[in-house]
């Protein structure tokens, strides 16, 4: 047993709750944004559907298809060129920036996260069908197994079961939950990668909590992504979307910040 880890992340969750105490209604306006904070803390989402209209949803999207091609050698792509990403869209986008700094997303996240943004960018990306492709995220995974990771992702096209819908183990986030799970199914409370199989376990005992977000173009879903998700493999056609990474805690990982296009 790893005990340096098992002392650090406890202390990480301390500090969690500490926060969750303080701050709980800190940033919170409205009754309506209460019941979206609550709704990302027990469940580990919320979706808001047609957040933004059709048009802002096109011009968004002609954005992506414009970076793409202006930042051809900077952008990220799956070995099955299947997944296109901007890292950091908003920096060199200013549509796209006002998506990074819509102020009611940011404040729920806010709320939730029960501190203010220190750092963070959105990704602007392009899901195609390719043959062998693992979806957006590359398979199953949570952004950190002991700190919450707040994120806005917004579909700019409709997106059905075939485009690669995004998808949630429900409650996974939650710590008394990720210790439970990762007993009852044997494995580790630090993973972070997870099989098929090993999800596949979990949902054999409890298919219900398997959420799959098909919506249409300019339904916003927050999330925190230290819950186990991923974008399913995409089987026809393609999906747009934009999604705010927001780091409360620290500032962007230089692993990551070197990634950012501009
Ligand atoms: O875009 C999605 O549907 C999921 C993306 C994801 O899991 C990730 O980038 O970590």
Known sequence: MNYNKILKSTKVELNNLR???LNSDKFITSKEEEEIVKSIEEKGYCVLESFYPKEWCEKAKNEIDRLILAYNKQIWKDEAESDHRIFGA?????FIKNYYEDSKLLSLLQTYEGREVKDGFTLGAKLEAAEGNKG??????RDHPNVKQSKSIVYLTDVSLENGPFQYIEASHTSKILYRDSFNYKYDQFQNRFTEEEIQRLLDKEP??????TASAG????TDTRGIHRGKPIEDGFRYALTNYLWMHSNIP????????G
């Not at 230089?254 to 296009?261: G, N, P, Y």
Request: hydrophobic share 40%; proline share 3%.
């Open 19 to 21: 926060l969750d105490i």
């Open 90 to 94: 908003d920096r060199v986008s200013p």
């Open 136 to 141: 957006s995220g590359g398979g199953w995974h």
């Open 208 to 213: 219900e909590r398997l959420k799959t977000f």
């Open 219 to 222: 339904t916003v879903i927050l």
């Open 254 to 261: 230089s692993h990551i910040a070197k990634t950012l296009v």
